[in-house]
């Protein structure tokens, strides 16, 4: 396939990266008899054409993958017509089929097509002769494949560095190799309004560990709807582990996202579900904190507070206690009750305050993982 140029085919240009596909196509390719129009059959009667589905992309380029290779051997040496159309994927559903497609002499789709394809083009063939064949397409109307509402569907570059919330040090090689991160949506949880909110395994993206930098890096390029916030999953392949949740706010995810998942030990959280007097996990879910300083370093004296104005728990140095207050020297602190996607305050006596937009609440199922970073200017 090409993009025709010409006075008939009407493309502003002949490169595939000039055209978008943000909101996906479907894929036409029909070998047919030049006079009666009818679709040829191969030697086993399987008919010579093609109806799929092209996933979204940043370009129609990857549209030059989808040309399959079909057996014409045995057929004998005759012109034939090669047709290609390409509509939008919501307008044309590979399960109900491609339409029939009506071409001009030149080659070009009649005006009346409806629905009308963005791309589409017929030339003739010699089976029996030629081995291959490049159809000129006709930009019939190449914006149904890609408009700003559909932007949202390309994948987005997405790079995580997770956190150790103990030691407040990006994981190593060794021990991120048994670290699996996610990215995607939390969702309502069907029921009653105030059921709060889940991550299903099935709207999440895994991201790839990368070991070749510096430090460990999870990477992929993913789909991701446009979100307020987006939550990281990470899970530790050990046993009795729990799934810790970060979530944060988007800024321009579609040009690449960084986030910052927090990983909590396991022993750790047991400490903290000990203090509070828990035998089992919160089905609810539970939001652990930590408050720390400018340089990674946990920070006593401060006292948080989330949007919601839920109560919160400050645990002491050695984790065995939880109570009212503000901060030990351990920086923990715990909620049981917060709200998915509350907003934090934090302040201390010595008037520094948080740095940011701290956001979390509780998923079901999983600790929410928060960092409060503070400023080391003190609020005047």
Not at 10 to 17: A, D, V
Not at 66 to 89: F, H, Q, S, T
Not at 115 to 138: D, H, I
Request: hydrophobic fraction near 40%; include cysteine; aromatic fraction near 4%.
């Amino acid at each position: 396939m090409t993009l025709d140029e010409s006075e008939h085919g009407g493309c502003p240009s002949t490169s595939c990266l000039d055209f978008g596909m943000s909101c996906g196509a479907t894929v036409s390719l029909r070998l047919t008899d030049i006079d009666s129009g009818e679709v040829l059959r191969s030697q086993n009667g399987r008919p010579l054409e093609t109806c799929v589905r092209a996933e979204v992309n940043e370009t129609i380029c990857s549209l030059a993958d989808l040309a399959p290779r079909m057996e014409l051997d045995g057929m004998p040496a005759k012109a034939i017509r090669v047709e290609v159309a390409v509509w939008n994927a919501d307008e044309v559903d590979v399960n109900e089929g491609c339409p029939e497609m009506s071409f001009d002499v030149f080659g070009r789709p009649q005006t009346d097509q409806d629905p009308q394809p963005a791309f589409a083009g017929a030339t003739y063939f010699r089976a029996g002769t030629e081995t291959n064949v490049t159809v000129p397409l006709t930009c019939s109307a190449p914006s149904k494949l890609d408009s700003n509402s559909c932007a949202a569907n390309l994948p987005t570059q997405t790079a995580a560095q997770v956190i150790d919330m103990t030691t407040m040090q990006l994981l190593q090689d060794q021990r991120a190799s048994n670290v699996e991160v996610r990215v995607g949506e939390a969702t309502p949880v069907p029921g009653a309004p105030d059921s709060g909110f889940e991550l299903k395994l099935a709207n999440l993206f895994e991201l790839i560990l990368d070991l070749d930098g510096p430090a460990p890096i999870w990477r992929n390029a993913i789909p991701l709807p446009s979100l307020d916030l987006i939550c990281s999953t990470t899970l530790e392949r050990i046993p009795r582990a729990t799934t810790s949740v970060t979530c944060e706010e988007v800024d321009g995810a579609n040009e690449g996202l960084t986030v910052a998942p927090i990983l909590l030990d396991t022993d750790v959280l047991e400490d903290i579900l000990d203090a509070l007097g828990h035998e089992t996990f919160p089905e609810q879910g539970i939001l652990i904190g930590r408050v720390v300083d400018e340089v990674s370093q946990p920070m006593a004296g401060v006292v948080v507070t989330p949007s919601d104005g839920t109560s919160v728990l400050y645990l002491n140095e050695d984790l065995t206690v939880a109570a009212p207050g503000l901060t030990s020297d351990s920086a923990f602190f715990v909620s049981t009750e917060v709200a998915f996607g509350a907003d934090w305050t934090a302040m201390s006596f010595g008037g520094e305050r948080h740095k940011g937009s701290p956001r979390g609440g509780l998923i079901r199922g999983s600790v929410s993982t928060l960092i409060i970073r503070m400023t080391l200017e003190v609020n005047k």
